[in-house]
């Protein structure tokens, strides 16, 4: 199965900020969702962000005004740009692309919030 490649995951201060990206294959067509996932050590995996084909967007309660996603349609991407990040913000975070032909996840990326 196609793999989703995601990159821009590490270690960032509180409040600081970090962007992750998430590249789809060029054999993937008919996409009409693209998201981000996380999951947190102990904790079942959670929605964080998604974005339609049209940009109609969705945000966890935990994430809004604080983390924006984004993508280009021409070059099958998506970000997540995190500003003002948070402790609880740490976790695996997972890429996520839903099409005619099914669901795909990248292998995630991490993030830590400390200091």
């Known amino acids: 199965q196609a793999q989703l490649v995601e990159s821009g995951g590490g270690l960032v201060q509180p409040g600081g900020s970090l962007r992750l990206s998430c590249a789809a294959p060029g054999n993937i067509f008919g996409i009409y969702v693209m998201g981000w996932y996380r999951q947190a050590p102990g904790k079942q995996r959670e929605l964080v962000a998604t974005i339609t084909t049209g940009g109609s967007t969705t945000y966890d309660d935990s994430v809004k005004g604080r983390f924006t996603i984004s993508r280009d349609n021409g070059e099958k991407t998506v970000a997540l740009q995190m500003i003002s990040v948070k402790p609880e913000d740490t976790a695996v975070y997972y890429c996520?692309?839903?099409?005619?032909?099914?669901?795909?996840w990248g292998r995630g990326t991490q993030v830590t919030v400390s200091s």
């Open positions: 996520n692309i839903k099409s005619i032909a099914g669901d795909y």
